[in-house]
């Protein structure tokens, strides 16, 4: 039991526990002041079944692996290049979230609203999809910071697969609601997600 509250366990899963609970928190906060907190519910917390399994994997495997092979953790400099990983896929999320204001929501629109404009500005100028990117990068990085090598493949792998199909989903709507303004924004901006298109 000594070994897995040492200092390097004491530190990764406090660091993690951190970053997802400022996370959930941040998003809920946000829409909240965005939105109004009258239409935000606990989905703008982003925590489904599918989400809390994977979570509870990943502190699997850290704990197996912390007990039984504790030289997997200390390799620092993979830890801390996660962290540092964790803070950019936040930043780049919540910029993405701020700077689209009320355009931004956790659920795709399938109709127009009359808060909803195409915003090609700030980060959005560089990355067609920064809030995806931002959770992307955030989400494996967790796994990089606590030095999990199946749970980083695992995560990448789920991840990705996720918004490979929800990237072009959504812009089949965006493509309806801006036409040829949104097809030339799509031509000369990358997804933000490696390999969606």
């Known amino acids: 039991m000594t070994e897995i509250l040492s200092y390097t366990a004491y530190r990764q899963l406090s660091q993690m ?39 509870v994997f990943s502190l699997l495997e850290y704990l197996i692996e912390v007990a039984f092979f504790p030289e997997l953790k200390e390799h620092w400099v993979i830890s801390d290049l996660g962290l540092v990983l964790v803070v950019i896929g936040e930043i780049i999320r919540k910029v993405a979230i701020i700077t689209a204001g009320q355009s931004f929501t956790h659920i795709i629109r399938v109709r127009p609203d009359e808060h909803h404009h195409l915003i090609t500005h700030g980060i959005y100028k560089f990355i067609r999809h920064p809030g995806y990117c931002g959770f ?9 910071m606590l030095c999990n090598p199946l749970s980083t493949i695992g995560f990448a792998v789920v991840v990705w697969k996720f918004f490979s199909t929800r990237i072009p989903y959504e812009e089949y709507f965006l493509r309806q609601f801006f036409g040829i303004e949104y097809v030339e924004y799509a031509q000369q901006v990358v997804s933000g997600v490696p390999f969606v298109n």
């Open 17 to 55: 526990f951190f970053a997802v609970i400022f996370f959930h928190v941040s998003e809920y906060f946000l829409a909240a002041v965005i939105h109004g907190k009258s239409s935000v519910t606990l989905q703008s917390l982003l925590i489904s079944k599918h989400y809390i399994l994977a979570m």
């Open 136 to 144: 992307f990068i955030w989400s494996v990085a967790t796994q990089i």
